[in-house]
DNA sequence: CAATTTACATAGACAACCTATGCATATCAA
DNA sequence: TTGATATGCATAGGTTGTCTATGTAAATTG
């Protein structure tokens, strides 16, 4: 039953789940991608287009396009990189940072029902599961996959 | 550091980021939310559209657009309940399951070069992370949350 | 300095959602 | 039985998220 050939799937099935469970049920006014970039900015830093395209794992016109509606919000700041004309970069604002505590709260405030429940061990093994994804995720930057977004063959 | 009050948030932002990677870079004809519900469906059986919308975490009019794609792509079967004329029972047909088969090999193949890194006891954690998603998704499912999706206050 | 590459923006298309609403059938009450 | 209400699904219309293809300006390179 537990074949690795099932291990997977099974594996993206429940993360694909839980993010939509969350996406749903949490109510903020952010929208989900754009949260998303938010907390990226807030890690990486002030940051260029083209390296949040790749940490984001999408395309640069994504976030190009997502970034046009963070900056009409007033949550992120755009300035020139003294050492490229070309590019751009982008940090969070005052407000960008308190939009992104704000969906914190409220991701937080619909999975507490849950999670209030668990006691040590299960927390434990919440973090296992954070940590078995962002190594998964590591190792995948590391190994690439052949053709990443061919469609046809 | 692993406070409950970060560990919701960091939850979902690894399985955002991992469901987000693999739609990215698994190459498959099957779009993502009609994959999505292929699985459900081979999951659940012969199901209503409204029993399909509950289980999926979406409203209604999302899974009747979904359902006519899938049936366009002669992915699904649509018979009408006997007992009750206005509700429409759903089925896979065996195209639709040799879709989900091909998603699934999609998927398998592009987690397959991180996955395969991993050890028995590594492979023993993926579980974990498995579970601990799906037993927070039950127990969500038991205790919802107020106001599911309102926006404003 | 012309050719190429790089960094980002724009254009255009489609998928995936949602709320509001319509329509047909079921159910319930009188 | 019949009128009112509830239920199951479809339709309408809009926003968000995403892609590929392409354009433009600046950097790099031969």
Redesign the interface.
């Known amino acids: 039953m537990?074949e690795?050939?099932t291990?997977?799937?099974?594996?993206?099935?429940?993360?694909?789940?839980?993010?939509?469970?969350?996406s749903?049920?949490a109510?903020?006014?952010v929208p989900?991608a754009q949260a998303?970039l938010l907390?990226l900015l807030d890690e990486l830093g002030p940051s260029r287009v083209s390296a949040l395209a790749a940490a984001?794992?999408?395309s640069q016109p994504t976030i190009t396009t997502q970034l046009q509606r963070l900056e009409a919000s007033g949550w992120v700041h755009r300035a020139s990189d003294p050492d490229d004309a070309r590019a751009t970069v982008i940090s969070l604002s005052e407000e960008g940072h308190a939009a992104l505590e704000s969906v914190?709260r409220a991701?937080?405030?619909?999975?507490?029902?849950?999670?209030d429940?668990l006691d040590g061990p299960?927390?434990d093994?919440?973090?296992?599961?954070?940590?078995?994804?962002?190594e998964?995720?590591a190792?995948?930057a590391d190994?690439?996959?052949p053709?990443?977004?061919?469609?046809d063959g």
């Open positions: 537990t690795p050939t291990l997977g799937n099974e594996l993206l099935r429940s993360a694909a789940r839980l993010s939509r469970w969350a749903r049920h109510s903020f006014d989900f998303r907390a984001d794992h999408s914190r991701r937080l405030a619909v999975l507490s029902p849950a999670l429940q299960a927390l093994r919440v973090r296992v599961a954070i940590d078995v994804m962002n998964l995720l190792a995948a190994a690439p996959v053709h990443p977004t061919r469609k």
